[in-house]
């Protein structure tokens, strides 16, 4: 193809009028020149012209903007390289620092691991009764039956003629079956080559004996006189020592979540009437297993939740690590997100992230409760969600800018 049948764009500098008796009039004396407002550069896809014509296109276009416009251009550009890498090495920079902390982080948690290998755990000792003058009085352990102190959390078993005390920490498992005209109660006990979970530690003294087993027969014949079958003790003793069970570990579960929890300082209650309030919120993780609103209010030193049912959460505003605001644009919810240093305790567990929130709308549409296809007044519905979406993000727009200036950035959604 020949260069010279290529079409060229013209740079137009200045339109002027040749007038006769007069001098030039410019017409274009007030638009703009520069040429970052009436330049286009276009990139070729391919580079077949030679140096040559490079050479020639640079002298025609030095010719036409002159050495000043070519100058604003190169610095121009020069100033968009560096800002660029600005941009880039402080995105390296910052690559760098996060790539340190979590090293450090990392070596806390293997060290600490390593700690945990070395100091190895020792099962808890439990002691029934300190003293023999504790052990109970019921008629049922001189009658050598099995007895259940839910007191002392101990089951009291006749062995040799005598009654044993044993506390349910040490009972494994029981069961119990019927055959023919017998019932049968069988325990088993925690014993040094038992399954026990890897926290549970080894025990304070394993070369003692240790009991591994236990069996119990009773009939279940009822004879003459008697207001029930002898076997009727064994179906109460498998109940309550199921009940005891139950109640213990629920309680050693609770004492073990809170085992790692950093304590907090108090909540500093404000009771000025201005401080920065929304209303109607669910919590989640739930506090109980059915879900209550309540009201979320910040204090001096931290925020404290309240449901109607009169539970309490408090988190301070120097254990949030970070904090998150979702507006309802294109969602059903509006929430505030909580990202916590310290897990805190509440609902039974321990929760490093807390999220407060409220519903926007309907959820679940009842598509049967309109009888009549013209009954449905989509339009007003629509707009009363749109108002409400409109309410609910400016409130919690306003809270979250109260509690910024509040805690002076302190806390920053």
Do not use: W
């Amino acid at each position: 193809s020949d260069s010279g049948s290529k079409k060229y764009a013209l740079f137009i500098g200045d339109t002027v009028v040749v007038n006769e008796d007069q001098p030039a009039t410019v017409l274009t004396a007030s638009s703009k020149k520069k040429l970052k407002n009436v330049g286009v550069f276009l990139k070729d896809d391919d580079d077949d012209d030679g140096d040559g014509d490079e050479e020639d296109t640079k002298e025609d276009t030095s010719g036409i903007l002159g050495r000043g416009k070519r100058t604003a251009i190169l610095d121009s550009k020069l100033r968009h390289q560096t800002s660029e890498q600005s941009t880039e090495e402080k995105r390296k920079q910052h690559q760098k620092e996060l790539a340190v902390s979590m090293n450090e982080a990392a070596k806390e948690r293997l060290a600490l691991l390593k700690g945990k290998k070395e100091d190895q755990k020792v099962r808890k000792s439990t002691v029934s009764y300190r003293s023999s003058n504790l052990i109970p009085k019921e008629p049922e352990i001189s009658e050598l039956k099995i007895f259940v102190d839910r007191k002392y959390e101990t089951l009291i078993l006749p062995i040799y003629g005598m009654p044993v005390p044993f506390h349910i920490s040490m009972i494994k498992n029981i069961s119990q079956s019927v055959e023919g005209d017998y019932t049968y109660l069988r325990i088993n006990f925690f014993h040094p080559g038992s399954s026990i979970g890897k926290s549970d530690g080894v025990f304070p003294n394993p070369d003692a004996v240790f009991l591994k087993e236990v069996t119990y027969r009773s009939t279940n014949t009822k004879e003459p006189g008697e207001f029930s079958a002898p076997s009727s003790n064994l179906n109460t003793a498998f109940r309550l020592i199921k009940e005891v069970q139950k109640k213990f570990k629920t309680r050693e579960a609770e004492e073990k979540e809170k085992e790692d929890l950093v304590k907090q300082d108090t909540l500093i209650v404000s009771n000025n009437k201005s401080n920065p309030k929304l209303k109607d919120l669910y919590i989640r993780p739930n506090i109980v297993q059915k879900r209550i609103n309540g009201t979320l209010e910040a204090h001096t030193n931290g925020f404290r939740y309240t449901s109607v049912r009169g539970d309490k959460v408090d988190i301070l505003y120097n254990n949030i690590k970070n904090a998150f605001f979702q507006p309802c644009e294109g969602d059903m919810i509006i929430l505030l997100h909580f990202h916590l240093r310290h897990a805190i305790m509440f609902g039974k567990k321990k929760h490093i992230d807390v999220q407060f929130y409220t519903e926007v709308g309907e959820i679940t549409t009842d598509l049967g409760k309109h009888q009549h296809m013209h009954d449905r007044d989509d339009l007003s519905a629509e707009q009363a969600e749109r108002e409400l979406r409109h309410k609910l993000t400016s409130a919690f727009k306003s809270f979250t800018e109260k509690v910024e200036t509040m805690t002076k950035h302190q806390i920053e959604f």
